[in-house]
């Protein structure tokens, strides 16, 4: 069958001033992603290449350029699916990885666990001679300056709904030539997380979810509330129902606002291999391989909103 891909550089407020190098870093992620699967490669390497290079890229909260907790350090969760197995790896909280999508990876296909968190994750990224970054070679000064002015914020709590502080996480789900679906997220999560603080993304069906039957979902959002409904597998499981990818996730993200009030965005690919994205916060950066093989790469905006 016809390859297809769809990946997402973030959903909240996004500032104007990032919008050139995200909709590159998007597009650029799309282009890693399509190569593989235009081979004849799988959905699982193509999406684990595309998340991979956003990891890379410091302008996205993930890898390199990630937020800062209240302790001024970078914890990083991410998780990848294989539709065709139901296969996962996930890895939460983790220090000193640049590629953490690629750690979920080595956890899924070398270890009998789906999810390791912490020092025991990094230890095991040793293991497999992963290289260890320090904390300075993830930070970037945009994320000093906002930890500083967190800082300055007395009685700051990570808010509940949509705040002017943007979040981000990037994420990708793709169908391959055989019919096989996966999805992958990786996030350094909210800014000034509590320590130990993990969010929706590493969740399996919460940040991401693949079923060669039901498609895959990969979100960004408030994690605290994506994770309440579950979010990715509400989404495939109303796929399975015959939704397709935009119906799906349409209905995912008014599913998250009724029932949570939270702000979120969701990316979609159904086994016909559409592909469908929503999201009720300002903005989302967002990136597919249409029909006739062009690439759209987009910060795509509300329907009436500014900016
Ligand atoms: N969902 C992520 C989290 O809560 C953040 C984001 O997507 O912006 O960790």
Do not use: C
């Not at 790896?89 to 983790?94: D, E, L, N, P, T």
């Not at 992963?130 to 967190?150: G, I």
């Not at 495939?236 to 979120?264: C, K, N, P």
Request: net charge negative.
């Amino acid at each position: 069958m016809k390859p297809a891909l769809i990946v997402h550089g973030d959903a909240w407020e996004i500032e104007a001033e990032t919008y050139t190098e995200r909709i590159a870093g998007v597009r650029a992620a799309v282009e890693a992603g399509w190569a593989i699967l235009a081979r004849g490669g799988s959905a699982l390497d193509a999406v684990e290449q595309a998340v991979a290079l956003m990891e890379d890229d410091p302008v996205f909260n993930a890898g390199v350029g990630s937020a800062l907790n209240r302790d001024g350090e970078i914890e990083l969760d991410a998780i990848i699916m294989d539709g065709r197995t139901l296969a996962l790896g996930a890895v939460a909280a983790v220090r000193g990885i640049t590629n953490p999508v690629r750690l979920a990876r080595l956890i899924m296909e070398d270890t009998e666990h789906s999810l390791l968190v912490g020092e025991g994750a990094r230890r095991f990224a040793e293991m497999k001679g992963m290289r260890l970054a320090a904390q300075a070679e993830l930070t970037v000064p945009r994320e000093v300056e906002r930890f500083r002015r967190f800082q300055m914020q007395a009685g700051y709590r990570v808010p509940a709904g949509l705040t002017p502080n943007p979040m981000d996480t990037v994420g990708a789900v793709a169908i391959d030539v055989q019919g096989n679906v996966a999805a992958a997220t990786s996030t350094g999560g909210v800014h000034f997380k509590m320590p130990g603080r993990v969010g929706d993304s590493p969740l399996v069906g919460s940040g991401a979810y693949a079923d060669n039957r039901a498609g895959a979902a990969a979100t960004t959002g408030h994690g605290e509330s994506i994770m309440r409904v579950v979010l990715s597998k509400t989404a495939t499981d109303a796929v399975e129902r015959g939704f397709s990818a935009q119906e799906a996730a349409d209905y995912a993200i008014a599913l998250l606002h009724e029932r949570t009030g939270g702000y979120g965005g969701i990316i979609v690919v159904d086994p016909q291999g559409r592909v469908g994205y929503a999201y009720n916060t300002p903005h989302m950066a967002v990136g597919w391989v249409r029909d006739d093989g062009t690439i759209h790469a987009q910060v795509e905006r509300q329907p009436g909103g500014e900016g």
